[in-house]
């Protein structure tokens, strides 16, 4: 289906060139995380400000920064859109869909209990499984084809891991 990788390239394109939150927050009272991929050179700063006065804790507010690939960079943009706001159980959800949607399953998630499933060779049919239902993806959906390229999948999750880290270090 031609017409949808098009509508991809696009939205990809997009992000890249008119990133959403850019930028930086003061650190403190933001955390701030820095993360490589050295596959490809892509670097990203995420500044992270969580409002804990509310229950559950929400991400107050997000900065990215860094540079790289499109893919990287993207997919920075619209994890930063995608998580603004949230719940970090919202967060947490995004992030499984996400890596869902990359092939990895990954035992590493902060704060999984069950997550020692190996990644298996489950085939391609049974990603769309591990998805969370109420999940939507949004415009991270146009990063889908990526995962027909294993070396770029580091680009595309590089800024979610980076993120990972950066609640880590934040609720710690
Ligand atoms: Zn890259």
């Not at 955390?31 to 929400?58: H, M, Q, W």
């Not at 499984?96 to 020692?116: C, D, N, V, W, Y």
């Amino acid at each position: 289906m031609p017409g949808l990788e098009d509508l991809y390239r696009e939205i990809i394109l997009d992000h890249y060139r008119s990133p959403r939150n850019k930028g930086e927050l003061e650190s403190p009272p933001a955390t701030r995380t820095e993360g490589f991929n050295p596959l490809c050179g892509d670097e990203i700063v995420v500044y992270l400000e969580l409002d804990t006065t509310s229950d559950p804790a929400k991400v107050r507010d997000i900065k990215i920064g860094g540079q790289g690939c499109s893919i990287s960079q993207s997919s920075a943009s619209m994890m930063s859109a995608a998580v603004k706001g949230k719940t970090l159980a919202d967060v947490k959800d995004l992030t499984r869909a996400f890596k869902a949607m990359m092939s990895i399953h990954e035992q590493t998630l902060p704060g999984e209990g069950h997550g020692k499933e190996e990644a298996g060779d489950s085939g391609l049919g049974s990603v769309e499984a591990d998805i969370p239902d109420e999940v939507n993806l949004g415009d991270l959906e146009a990063l889908r084809g990526v995962v027909k390229f294993p070396v770029r999948i580091k680009c595309a999750t590089l800024s979610w891991n980076t993120l990972a880290q950066c609640i880590d270090e934040t609720i710690a």
